[in-house]
């Protein structure tokens, strides 16, 4: 079954840390992996998309990491602000051209 | 405004009633997407097109339910006779046929059936 898992389901952070939030897929065929972001009662912005061959890609202080192997993707917030609070998705998309959604993590930051 | 547009951004409507939502992709995006997302979940998939064309519909597309993108540009998404457990967010996606492109959300309608 074509399934995306991420962790944690939330995470309360300080303002100025870091984090990184976890996304582990069994789609297949993979075609690409991306990352939204979601503030509440908005639609999600994409941050990042990643192919197949790609290890990583950074958009900001946001830094993506693939491991097609193993079938993980990571999500790297540097430098956190108040305004990333928000849920952030991982998507993969297979070759069929449909997007599969992760239920989010919940990020909260905190002054 | 040249993204994708949902309307309305709000629905209540009474229980058994019937709502329709409109989905305008951006133009030149020849793939479109309906997902349906409540409170504390990720968006799940209901269908999706290609052109006019609809290539896949989730199970979760009750018989209540249809979608039709007619011309090819907007897409319209009807719900008949609305049961409580519709109430959700429903998002429009759209992106350009290729495996790699980005797709677009829209803002969503949010449904309340009371």
Redesign the interface.
Request: overall charge positive; aromatic content about 8%; glycine content about 22%.
């Given at each position: 079954k074509n399934q995306?898992e991420?962790s944690p389901q939330s995470l309360i952070i300080l303002e100025g840390k870091n984090c990184t939030l976890q996304c582990n897929y069994t789609v297949s065929p993979f075609?690409?992996l991306?990352w939204?972001k979601q503030d509440t009662?908005?639609?999600?912005?994409?941050l990042t998309?990643m192919?197949f061959s790609e290890n990583t890609k950074s958009n900001g202080r946001y830094t993506a990491t693939l491991d097609a192997d193993t079938k993980q993707s990571s999500l790297h917030i540097t430098a956190s602000q108040l305004s990333d609070s928000a849920s952030y998705?991982c998507?993969v998309?297979y070759?069929?051209?449909?997007?599969?959604?992760?239920?989010?993590t919940?990020l909260s930051v905190k002054p | 405004d040249t993204g994708v547009s949902q309307n309305p951004r709000h629905k209540i409507t009474k229980r058994g009633q019937n709502v329709t939502f409109r989905c305008d992709p951006i133009s030149e995006h020849n793939r479109l997407y309906w997902y349906r997302q409540t409170l504390g979940q990720g968006p799940e998939f209901l269908t999706y097109f290609q052109n006019e064309a609809q290539l896949e519909k989730s199970r979760l597309l009750s018989d209540r339910f249809s979608a039709e993108r007619p011309k090819g540009s907007f897409s319209t998404l009807e719900i008949q006779r609305t049961e409580q457990g519709d109430s959700a967010m429903y998002l429009c996606a759209s992106r350009e046929a290729g495996k790699n492109t980005e797709a677009f959300f829209g803002q969503g309608t949010r449904l309340t059936v009371v």
């Open positions: 995306v991420q075609s690409n991306r939204y009662g908005r639609g999600p912005v994409s998309i192919t998705i998507v998309s070759q069929g051209g449909k997007l599969i959604f992760g239920q989010g919940e | -």
